[in-house]
């Protein structure tokens, strides 16, 4: 029965968290530091170099410790210390994106502390759609 009391539990404590965007750019910041301190970006220098340039190594090295990085700080503002806590953080923040370009800055920096750069092929490469040389 504990089992069925350990889910309401924590979306009871979940669903109380709420941070005005002003809040929600503390917190950012204070993620944001948290990846940039030494111990921290040494973690995730591991990670990047065991994970090789491939996406999937960079799931299974990489997002555990950014994920981990992020429950030490927002778990201080009530949000669940697992990656649930870390999903809802997430959403929070892509909700306010919109409304607040510093938070859209600060979120895309977050993200690209740990996220590969997305590279897109050339224009036109590997469709046919290249244009014709004479």
Same mark, same amino acid.
């Given at each position: 029965?504990?089992? #069925? +009391?350990?889910?309401?539990?924590? $979306?009871? *404590?979940? %669903?109380?968290?709420?941070?005005? &965007?002003?809040?929600?750019?503390?917190?950012?910041?204070?993620?944001?530091?948290?990846?940039?301190?030494?111990?921290?970006?040494?973690?995730?220098?591991?990670?990047?170099?065991?994970?090789?340039?491939?996406?999937?190594?960079? #799931? +299974?090295?990489?997002?555990?410790? $950014?994920? *981990?990085? %992020?429950?030490?700080?927002?778990? &201080?503002?009530?949000?669940?210390?697992?990656?649930?806590?870390?999903?809802?953080?997430?959403?929070?923040?892509?909700?306010?994106?919109?409304?607040?370009?510093?938070?859209?800055?600060?979120?895309?920096?977050?993200?690209?502390?740990?996220?590969?750069?997305?590279?897109?092929?050339?224009?036109?490469?590997?469709?046919?759609?290249?244009?014709?040389?004479?």
């Amino acid at each position: 029965m504990s089992s #069925l +009391q350990r889910p309401v539990a924590a $979306a009871a *404590q979940a %669903q109380s968290v709420s941070l005005s &965007a002003e809040q929600a750019k503390v917190v950012l910041a204070e993620v944001i530091k948290a990846f940039g301190s030494p111990e921290n970006a040494q973690r995730l220098e591991e990670a990047r170099d065991n994970a090789c340039n491939d996406m999937g190594k960079m #799931l +299974q090295f990489l997002l555990p410790v $950014a994920t *981990q990085i %992020q429950q030490d700080v927002i778990k &201080a503002y009530g949000f669940s210390n697992d990656g649930e806590g870390v999903l809802k953080f997430a959403r929070m923040i892509k909700s306010y994106e919109s409304q607040d370009p510093e938070i859209a800055s600060m979120s895309g920096k977050l993200k690209s502390m740990f996220l590969p750069p997305m590279t897109l092929p050339p224009h036109g490469a590997g469709t046919g759609g290249g244009v014709a040389t004479s």
